[in-house]
T-cell receptor, first 115, second 115 residues
Framework: QQQVKQSPQSLIVQKGGIPIINCAYENTAFDYFPWYQQFPGKGPALLIA?????SEKKEGRFTISFNKSAKQFSLHIMDSQPGDSATYFC??????????????FGQGTILTVHP | ETGVTQSPTHLIKTRGQQVTLRCSSQSGHNTVSWYQQALGQGPQFIFQYYREEENGRGNFPPRFSGLQFPNYSSELNVNALELDDSALYLC??????????????FGPGTRLTVL
């Protein structure tokens, strides 16, 4: 009930490509969906987040697409650069009940962008 | 505005020992959450502190305990260390707002190794 499933585990693209990372959740109480970027030896850094009242959100080269009925959301990285090579995590939390304020993370996707 | 800071950066302990990890929250934030990140995994929620009280707990045994101080800094204590406690321990701070998702900002983490 609390799981967030993320795919793929790893992804390799060429510079300029558009990597897409997908997540699916089960808990219908989730209403906040952030994406984090993590470099080796560092803490996760918030990239972008979405709430279920919109189906898409863009910030710079990062876009979240959200499908409430399917309970799925995805991250697209436009014009990917070698500096985007990192591990990406999706997460979810709720505004009430037992999931309030507690992030449940996916398993992570290791992205490699070749020059 | 200062970000989330954690100390120490690295720590090596032996099985059965006790450890205390420290976190200073971002300026203006009143909530601290702790997460455990095993190698190659997503962070797992340990517990959250709001106004010096525990405000929710994940699936971790009682030997994981915490404190939050009046200045909103926090400690994570782990007693009777086990080999499986080896992980990156992350602190995240946020402003808890009723009815809203919890945007959490992470510190760099403390790498704990239990031998």
């Amino acid at each position: 009930q609390q799981q967030v499933k993320q795919s793929p585990q790893s992804l390799i693209v060429q510079k300029g490509g558009i990597p897409i990372i997908n997540c699916a959740y089960e808990n219908t109480a989730f209403d906040y969906f952030p994406w984090y970027q993590q470099f080796p030896g560092k803490g996760p850094a918030l990239l972008i987040a979405i709430r279920p009242d919109v189906s898409e959100k863009k910030e710079g080269r990062f876009t979240i697409s959200f499908n409430k009925s399917a309970k799925q959301f995805s991250l697209h990285i436009m014009d990917s650069q070698p500096g985007d090579s990192a591990t990406y995590f999706c997460a979810a939390s709720g505004s009430g009940g037992t999931s309030y304020g507690k992030l449940t993370f996916g398993q992570g996707t290791i992205l490699t962008v070749h020059p | 505005e200062t970000g989330v800071t954690q100390s120490p950066t690295h720590l090596i302990k032996t099985r059965g020992q006790q450890v205390t990890l420290r976190c200073s929250s971002q300026s203006g934030h009143n909530t601290v959450s702790w997460y455990q990140q095993a190698l190659g995994q997503g962070p797992q929620f340990i517990f959250q502190y709001y106004r010096e009280e525990e405000n929710g707990r994940g699936n971790f045994p009682p030997r994981f305990s915490g404190l939050q101080f009046p200045n909103y800094s926090s400690e994570l204590n782990v007693n009777a260390l086990e080999l499986d406690d080896s992980a990156l321990y992350l602190c995240a701070s946020s402003v808890l707002l009723a009815g809203a998702g919890d945007t959490q900002y992470f510190g760099p983490g403390t790498r704990l190794t239990v031998l």
